[in-house]
Each structure stands twice: as C-alpha cells, then as structure tokens.
C-alpha cells in the first residue's frame, strides 16, 4: 500500500480511534455475559481491536529505508 503525504495526521487519527475504541461507552457495550467462541465478549473485543489497531498502523508506518 502507498502512503502519499505526511505519515503524522493518519497517527494522530489511529491514537483517537484508539481512544474512542478503548474508552468507557464501547468498553460497556461488549461488558457482558455472552462469550464468542468460548471467550467472554469484553475479551475478545479487547484483542480484535487492538489487533485491528496494529494492522491500520502497521498500514500507515512506512517501512524502514536500508
């Protein structure tokens, strides 16, 4: 994927919909009994956005020039 212009504005974005996806209102949606393939709700939201959350910035980052 080619990256065109400055990397800085699509960190900033990443960091608050890293915010938003791990502040109290979403946190509390997926607070609950229900378990996706036998792990709690909560969990498996936690680690599927966070992984999510890598990839976009993995997406974004440039790689390193040798």
Do not use: S
Not at 27 to 55: D, E, H, K, R, S
Request: aromatic content about 12%.
């Amino acid at each position: 994927m080619k990256n065109e212009g400055p990397v800085a504005p699509r960190l900033v974005a990443l960091f608050c919909a890293g915010v938003l996806a791990f502040g109290y209102p979403l946190l509390a949606l997926f607070n609950l009994p229900a378990t996706v393939l036998g792990v709690p709700a909560l969990y498996a939201y936690l680690f599927g956005a966070w992984a999510v959350l890598i990839g976009l910035i993995a997406a974004v980052v440039p790689p390193p020039r040798n």
